[in-house]
Antibody, heavy 117, light 106 residues
């Protein structure tokens, strides 16, 4: 069974940074692209970042609105993917989801990030 | 970015009803359109991928259709467990989502 679990959320002050983790199991992680998606309160879903697999040289892609403030990375030995977000702003307050593959077939339950002083 | 316009935003229906939810893309997305169901506090669940392919384990009362810019999710006979929020998603180019449809009990 595919399982995806995000951790690392919480309350952060504006200007701070945060590293989210996404642990997976139940599939061969090495083979898959992985993504982060977020949903701000009362708003729609927004794709944040994608990291491809080794066959694609771990290429990374970012939403324009966040580029320069986010870094996606992965550790195939731990079947995990990470999202580093810096210079956090109130508008980064959202549930952050980790999803699998280019077509987002499986999602985690998400982790809440609140940016507030 | 491709904009996805989803309608309606709110749908009230009864058990046994046939319901449809629509998504319109701002340009041709070549059938790279998925539908998801989300319930409060749960992970979104993939129902339909690439317009009309039923994800494993999803009941056959769910179906999808469409092409070009216009796509539809149909639930043939609503069951109590179907109430929740549905959203569309295109992966023809940089991924974008519909705003969601809340399906509630009439």
């Amino acid at each position: 069974e595919v399982q995806i679990l995000e951790t690392g959320g919480g309350l952060v002050k504006p200007g701070g940074s945060l590293r989210l983790s996404c642990a997976t199991s139940g599939f061969n992680f090495n083979d898959y692209f992985m993504n982060w998606v977020r949903q701000a309160p009362g708003k729609g879903l927004e794709w944040v970042a994608q990291i491809r697999n080794k066959n694609y040289n771990y290429a990374t892609y970012y939403a324009e609105s966040l580029e320069g403030r986010v870094t996606i990375s992965r550790d195939d030995s731990k079947s995990s993917v990470y999202l580093q977000v810096s210079s956090l702003r109130a508008e980064d307050t959202a549930i952050y989801y980790c999803t699998r593959k280019g077509d987002f077939d499986y999602w985690g339950q998400g982790v809440m990030v609140t940016v507030s002083s | 970015d491709i904009q996805m316009t989803q309608s309606p935003s709110l749908l009230s229906a009864s058990v046994g009803d046939r319901v449809t939810i629509n998504c319109k893309a701002s340009q041709n997305i070549n059938k790279y359109l998925n539908w998801y169901q989300q319930k409060l506090g749960e992970a979104p669940k993939l129902l339909i991928y690439n317009t009309n392919n039923l994800q494993t384990g999803i009941p056959s009362r769910f179906s999808g259709s469409g092409s070009g810019t216009d796509y539809t999710l149909t639930i043939s006979s609503l069951q109590p467990e179907d109430f929740g929020t549905y959203f569309c998603f295109q992966h023809n180019s940089w991924p974008t989502f519909g705003a969601g449809t809340k399906l509630e009990l009439k």
